[in-house]
């Protein structure tokens, strides 16, 4: 317990799943959060979770694809705290799916303004602070898929969400000197609403529960643990990598 003590953290996608799981479990650890997301209500809700709970919790509600939004963020953390220590960048969407052939131009930028420009517009700004106040953690949350595993239908997001690996290894690279530590997850199948989304029937999960060497989904708690570890001084020697969180997907053939 108390791994982020004195530690402030920005979560984004805070609303629902792996993030809104992350954001209690950071102030269970002692952080004070920032939490954003699209939907105000939700964000509300979870901040009235975490202060219930004894914790400290800041709400800001807005469009990651803004650079706008990232900049507030980060200003109502530094006037509501005084720093930013942690930053988990882990809004994200799905995209258009479907044959890759007749998936539209929109769509594909689409995909790509919230799942990695939007990362890159939230660590332009995250880190200039978090230089400032001696280095800091910034976690982006990528995906199995188009790293390890392809799957037909979801070029938009592979992209997308791969691409988050690149812009880690820059960052950490770019950044390793000031003390700022830059890692990316992995998770496989988690027990969310997009994992829901995308696999709406009862053999379409029981195909990807298969894929798993331990032959189950996470649930979002599992990945939040492995947040919490890379934003937390337990990982003060990792950076630039990219985790995988996956059951041992990636590496089972059965």
Do not use: C
Request: glycine share 12%.
């Amino acid at each position: 317990m108390n791994r982020l003590n004195g530690k402030v953290a920005i979560v984004t996608g805070a609303s629902s799943g792996i993030g809104r799981v992350t954001a209690k479990l950071f102030a269970a650890e002692g952080a004070k959060v920032v939490v954003g997301a699209r939907r105000a209500a939700e964000l509300e809700s979870l901040a009235a979770e975490i202060k219930a709970a004894g914790g400290e919790a800041a709400v800001l509600a807005g469009d990651v694809r803004s650079e706008d939004y990232h900049k507030a963020l980060v200003a109502l953390a530094v006037e509501r705290y005084g720093r930013l220590d942690i930053a988990f960048n882990n809004a994200g969407t799905l995209g258009e799916a479907g044959p890759s052939t007749e998936v539209s131009e929109a769509g594909f930028a689409d995909a790509l303004a919230i799942n990695l420009t939007a990362s890159f517009l939230a660590a332009k700004h995250q880190i200039g602070e978090m230089v400032k106040h001696g280095g800091g953690s910034v976690i982006f949350t990528s995906t199995f898929v188009g790293y390890t595993v392809g799957f037909p239908g979801v070029a938009a997001y592979a992209a997308s969400k791969s691409g988050l690996i690149g812009l880690t290894q820059a960052l950490a690279a770019e950044f390793g000197p000031q003390n700022v530590r830059v890692n990316a997850i992995l998770p496989g199948a988690v027990d969310t609403d997009m994992y829901r989304e995308m696999n709406d029937t009862a053999d379409k999960q029981a195909f990807i529960t298969n894929l798993h060497a331990l032959k189950r989904v996470a649930g979002p708690e599992e990945i939040a643990h492995s947040v919490l570890y890379l934003a937390s001084d337990d990982a003060s020697f990792v950076s630039g990598t990219a985790s995988l969180i996956d059951g041992g997907l990636s590496i089972t053939r059965t």
